[in-house]
């Protein structure tokens, strides 16, 4: 298979619902298949979300290019990840933001997507196992957080987080089936845009949802 030109195509697809070049550029440069299992490695340019173990997933690649799209970044943010997964969505950050903070709670999980991020030899990238509060306080505020898994609502520890002017992307609503929220933060007042319906694991710990 030759994942460059099933990258190209699956880009070229994305044209029709993702206006910013640069968000598209960058997930050009990304090799979705290092990210994916390798028994899955030939599916890794379909445009669908993918197993990569422990109940997890890699996102489809249409929803990392919207949330990505709608953090506006300009190479200049410093950017709060919570949910490494496989490290892909932390990839496609790193090549358009000055610096990723990204936070994962499975200890294995967070192992191989710094292996991997290491290996593609990314220099902008701080990856920690996540703490039981939510977000990474110690380096906050930051100019954008994005959330790779659902909550039950807009935790306020993470708006607290967030720089004045920021934007954050989260999926929330039930265990099973979110909307995709868009929150931009002013000194006075917090606006929210409904971006989509969508479909997200579960966010684990304070602020979200039991373990089960």
Not at 39 to 45: I, N, Q, T, V
Not at 89 to 103: R, Y
Request: glycine share 6%.
């Amino acid at each position: 298979m030759n994942y460059e030109t099933a990258r190209s195509a699956l880009v070229n697809n994305l044209k029709a619902h993702i206006g910013d070049e640069h968000v598209l550029e960058a997930m050009l440069r990304v090799p979705r298949e290092f990210f994916v299992s390798p028994d899955e490695k030939h599916l890794a340019y379909e445009d669908r979300p993918l197993s990569i173990g422990m109940g997890q997933t890699i996102s489809q690649p249409y929803i990392v290019a919207l949330m990505t799209e709608a953090l506006e970044l300009s190479s200049r943010e410093k950017v709060l990840e919570i949910g490494t997964g496989s490290g892909y969505q932390t990839a496609v950050l790193a090549e358009l933001s000055k610096l990723v903070i990204t936070v994962e709670r499975i200890p294995e999980l967070a192992r191989q997507a710094k292996d991997r991020l290491d290996v593609l030899g990314y220099k902008n990238i701080i990856a920690e196992i996540a703490e039981p509060e939510i977000g990474w306080q110690a380096a906050a505020p930051y100019e954008a957080i994005i959330v790779t898994a659902a909550a039950p609502y807009i935790p306020e520890k993470l708006l607290a987080q967030l720089a004045v002017g920021g934007r954050m992307v989260i999926p929330v609503g039930s265990r099973y089936e979110q909307n995709l929220y868009k929150v931009i933060k002013y000194a006075d007042r917090n606006e929210i845009h409904n971006l989509c319906g969508c479909r997200f694991v579960s966010l684990i710990g304070k602020d979200a949802w039991d373990e089960e």
